[in-house]
């Protein structure tokens, strides 16, 4: 039996959820369970929150999981990415007060930071030299500019209502991410098998979208 990790509510569920549906795997799913079987494929399914899926599947408590690239390398974990799902498409993205001026990533030296993307960023940074003041923080990053605790932040965005709205402008993207399916990396033939067929149904329930 496969055991996949997927987020529990959030904006990858929905998404994960019906591409396991679309599969023709079938399971009943209630709000208050934390795992459930499938009736017609051998696979458990977890609920978890998104930033401890890439760990599980690491150590090997869940043999597959879904979720966004970002959470992903974040983790540390790069090297678990299977393939592309192709849903919950965004970016990580470097902004500053619509108001500052701004020409080129230069201008973050010695600049005061706020992101929940520490690991990302400060790669992204110490690959052009720039030497910045990161504040990590896990949450309403947008807001740190006009509460005075940083100069600039490190954000996912997807319409870029939420920078428009927090007198925000975007200037450089750090990283493009969509959701992708992870697998730890010492499964037993019987479930690199399994993994196998699960990809299969996948890959085709992706060109019939299309
Ligand atoms: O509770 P749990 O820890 O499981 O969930 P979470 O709150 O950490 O994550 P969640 O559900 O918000 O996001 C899950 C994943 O969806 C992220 O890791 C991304 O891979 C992906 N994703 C896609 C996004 C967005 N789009 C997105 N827009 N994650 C977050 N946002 C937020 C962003 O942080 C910002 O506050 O939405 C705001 C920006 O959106 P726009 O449309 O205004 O630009
Ligand atoms: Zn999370």
Request: charged share 20%; with cysteine; proline share 3%.
């Amino acid at each position: 039996m496969l055991r996949l990790a997927i987020q529990k509510s959030g904006r990858l569920s929905e998404d994960s959820l019906n591409l396991i549906r679309e599969c023709g795997i079938s399971f009943l799913s209630a709000s208050y369970k934390l795992k459930t079987e499938a009736t017609n494929f051998p696979l458990e399914i977890l609920y978890l929150r998104d930033d401890d899926i890439p760990g599980y599947v690491q150590d090997g408590v869940a043999d597959l999981g879904i979720v966004g690239q970002n959470v992903l390398v974040e983790a540390g974990f790069p090297a678990l990415e299977v393939e592309g799902l192709g849903f919950s498409k965004c970016r990580l993205s470097l902004a500053v007060p619509r108001a500052a001026s701004y020409d080129s990533v230069q201008d973050l030296q010695g600049v005061n930071i706020a992101t929940s993307y520490p690991q990302i960023l400060g790669a992204y940074l110490t690959e052009r030299g720039v030497k910045a003041n990161l504040h990590t923080i896990s949450g309403s990053v947008e807001i740190a500019p006009s509460i005075g605790l940083a100069e600039a932040i490190c954000d996912i965005v997807s319409s870029g209502s939420t920078l428009l709205g927090n007198g925000l402008r975007e200037v450089e993207t750090v990283f493009r991410s969509e959701a992708v399916l992870i697998a730890n990396q010492n499964l037993s033939a019987e479930k690199k098998e399994l993994l196998e067929q699960l990809q299969f149904r996948m890959q085709a329930v992706r060109r019939a979208r299309r």
